[in-house]
């Protein structure tokens, strides 16, 4: 359903008992909130969690930001390279008021928080913005930004900026199978079919291009998150896979060292994804984590 958030429209997914701790679920770059397994949303329900899926703006079916163009990706990554201000359509931080804003549009004074790769930066400036708002906070394969962090092999780079060979479905679907077993985890790779089916979905539901640029801008002019992280105060818990092509490893190790009191799972043979095999052990971390607010 869509609801107001913000001020904006924000589609959301609501799911387990309305008198269960509320979790919020925030996906990355140009992801929609189906990319949250359902395997995963029901493990969550079953021990008694409230979760809330979203999708951020300018993805999936939550508002677009379309009528701001689309920004030359050369531009900003000279910018971005000299040190100079990176202009941007909106910031993570207004993306993090919108995950705010949900919990607001449902009565939820406070929620636990679970965030993957850009959902984890949104998560980062939410609960040090609002530290009376987030129980607990899980950050999955994110990164503070710090510009001495490892960066991405240029491959993944350029593929994560590559365009479809063709407009059609099946073009964009072929696309981004290319990307998912490129930043995929090696130990447990996707069956074929099943990989193809979940984009195919995902492409029928909503596929927003520009948006992603716009997104991936915002990332980009964040920078480093490296002062927010001491004011985080919820119980906090980094999920990271040694395997990680997208954002290496030491990224999460990184959060780790800056975040008081932060507890770490670093999984072996896991990449850029969230593999059907490491489920249970995520679900796990997540309700463990939130067990110690």
């Not at 009528?67 to 971005?80: A, F, K, S």
């Not at 931080?93 to 636990?112: S, Y």
């Not at 708002?133 to 962090?149: E, H, K, P």
């Not at 992603?212 to 801008?217: E, H, I, M």
Request: charged share 20%; aromatic share 4%.
């Amino acid at each position: 359903m869509r609801i107001q958030a913000n001020g904006i429209g924000i589609e959301i997914d609501d799911q387990g008992p309305a008198g269960g701790e509320p979790l919020l679920l925030i996906m990355g770059l140009g992801m929609q909130l189906v990319a949250w397994p359902e395997e995963l949303v029901q493990a969550l329900v079953s021990r008694g969690f409230r979760v809330l899926r979203m999708d951020n703006r300018d993805a999936g079916l939550s508002q677009g930001f379309d009528h701001l163009g689309v920004p030359g990706m050369g531009r900003v990554m000279l910018r971005y390279a000299l040190h100079l201000p990176v202009p941007t359509a909106y910031a993570i931080a207004d993306m993090a008021a919108d995950a705010l804003g949900v919990l607001d549009a449902l009565g939820l004074p406070r929620a636990h928080v679970c965030g993957a790769s850009m959902g984890g930066m949104i998560a980062q400036h939410l609960a040090s913005a609002h530290p009376d708002r987030v129980r607990s906070l899980t950050l999955m394969m994110t990164t503070s930004g710090a510009r001495r962090l490892p960066k991405p092999a240029l491959n993944v780079r350029r593929a994560l900026i590559a365009r479809p060979d063709g407009r059609d479905a099946a073009a964009v679907v072929a696309h981004l199978e290319r990307l998912m077993r490129l930043i995929g985890s090696p130990a447990y790779p996707a069956e074929p079919d099943k990989l193809r089916a979940r984009l195919q979905a995902s492409v029928q539901r909503a596929w927003r291009p520009a948006g992603t640029a716009r997104q991936l801008v915002a990332v980009i002019a964040d920078g480093d998150r490296t002062l927010l992280l001491p004011r985080i105060q919820a119980p906090t818990r980094v999920i990271h896979g040694e395997a990680d092509p997208l954002v290496p490893v030491a990224a999460g190790r990184d959060l780790v060292a800056k975040i008081g009191g932060a507890t770490a799972d670093f999984v072996p043979g896991m990449g850029h994804d969230l593999p059907p095999q490491l489920l249970p052990r995520f679900a796990a971390a997540i309700a463990d984590n939130a067990g110690r607010a």
